[in-house]
């Protein structure tokens, strides 16, 4: 495929509860979380910030980067919509004053989403020279207190800028899916909390990552010595080291040969975050891509997509020369060094406040956000404003 990722950025919010602050809490053991699910922390989105503020705060270091006039497609890929009608994307679009001819969508179907949004636009791109398409993935992953998943949750979101002159990545045709009716994680729309099944979830994963293999494979004739780095999907760390293992034992590999060197990179930043669903992927993308002291110009990288309910991929991408050059490493290691720890009673009293649900005026108070923030609700309409 000509076409691929020009540029990537990632953001997350300026909170965090650390995940031993929680394990006081919850009178569990901290190696649990630390070690049994490889996190450290999560972060908290506070009430004015939320996946529209994300994903424009993301973007707004790309759009520095390229003409913004030459933006056409917008992809906003979340499950943590804001509005059942709306596209979160459009509220993106007034927000990083993109212009008017240009296609604006969101595109669904849980952590799963952002890749389909990547993958239709470069096959766009493909065919449009000099023109750009801008994919977010943006999300808050929220389960009940007190519940299996809470240790998980966090927030992020992660922008792409998709061409067909990539300077990052060249994704390749060959990809393997894998499409099944299971309920190991839905939300219904009456709930701000996700349901999960969370071993199930965890077991249709890994067989996820076994069938997806299976069709790569087919697809392409290549083996895991092909491949220099794989990406997983990290609803938590730990999560891809399992399925590193799954990977090899499909593809007939010896796990000691193609073990945790060919993921270590991708799992610092997911550890500090915690999950963000469509954006945890490419998270780790850019995290293996900023931390990586190997230049990985024209190696090959997997990437395995998953999203509950259940839709996979795997599929893969050559690294660009140069691409250092184009990297945001240092504005992301601001963004991790610049962040506020919440106590347990802040977290939770953030946890539990609510966008009033009457169409009545509100007004959020102002807390640490980005470049963007949510500044409250009138007569049923979001406001966003861009701070500075
Ligand atoms: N020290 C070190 N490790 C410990 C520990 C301790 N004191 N106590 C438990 N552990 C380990 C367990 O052995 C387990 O490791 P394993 O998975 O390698 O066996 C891990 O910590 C988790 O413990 P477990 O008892 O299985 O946790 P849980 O039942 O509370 O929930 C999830 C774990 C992942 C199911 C839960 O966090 C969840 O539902 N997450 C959301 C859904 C999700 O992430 N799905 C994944 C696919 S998208």
């Given at each position: 495929m000509k076409a691929g990722i020009d540029l990537i950025s990632f953001y997350t919010t300026k909170y965090y509860l650390d995940l031993k602050t929680l394990a006081e809490a919850r009178g569990v053991d901290a190696d649990k979380f630390h070690i049994g699910l490889g996190q450290h922390r999560m972060s908290v989105p506070p009430p004015d910030e939320d996946i529209v503020t994300m994903g424009a705060s993301a973007a707004l270091p790309l759009m520095e980067r390229i003409d913004?006039?030459?933006?056409?497609l917008v992809l906003f890929a979340t499950e943590?919509?804001?509005?059942?009608?709306?596209?979160a994307g459009l509220f993106v679009h007034e927000l990083l004053q993109l212009p008017s001819r240009c296609r604006v969508l969101e595109v669904k179907e849980a952590c799963y989403s952002g890749t389909a949004a990547l993958r239709f636009a470069a096959s766009e791109m493909e065919r449009r020279p000099g023109r750009n398409a801008l994919v977010i993935c943006s999300d808050v992953a929220r389960y009940d207190l007190g519940s299996p998943g809470e240790p998980t949750q966090g927030c992020g979101a992660v922008a792409m800028v998709v061409n067909s002159t990539p300077r990052i990545l060249e994704l390749e045709d060959a990809c393997g899916l894998h499409a099944e009716d299971v309920m190991d994680f839905w939300r219904p729309n009456y709930r701000d909390e996700a349901l999960v099944d969370g071993k199930y979830s965890a077991k249709v994963y890994l067989t996820t990552v076994a069938r997806t293999w299976e069709h790569y494979a087919e697809e392409s004739g290549r083996s895991l010595a092909d491949f220099s780095r794989i990406c997983y999907h990290l609803p938590f760390t730990n999560m891809a080291r399992k399925a590193q293992v799954q990977l090899c034992r499909s593809a007939g590999a010896n796990a000691r040969d193609y073990g945790n060197a060919m993921i270590d990179e991708s799992l610092g930043y997911n550890s500090q975050t915690g999950n963000c669903y469509t954006a945890s992927l490419y998270e780790g993308f850019a995290c293996m891509l900023d931390t990586a002291e190997e230049d990985l110009s024209e190696s090959r990288i997997g990437f395995f997509s998953y999203g509950s309910g259940c839709m996979g991929e795997f599929f893969s991408g050559i690294v660009k020369p140069g691409y250092r050059q184009h990297l945001l490493t240092d504005r992301h290691a601001a963004l991790f060094s610049d962040r506020t720890e919440l106590s347990y009673q802040s977290y939770e009293d953030i946890f539990n406040l609510k966008v009033p649900a009457d169409g009545w005026d509100y007004v959020f108070a102002e807390y640490r956000t980005g470049p963007f923030r949510f500044g409250g609700v009138s007569g049923h309409k979001r406001i966003y404003e861009k701070m500075g």
């Open positions: 913004p006039e030459s933006v056409e943590s919509g804001v509005d059942q009608s709306k596209a």
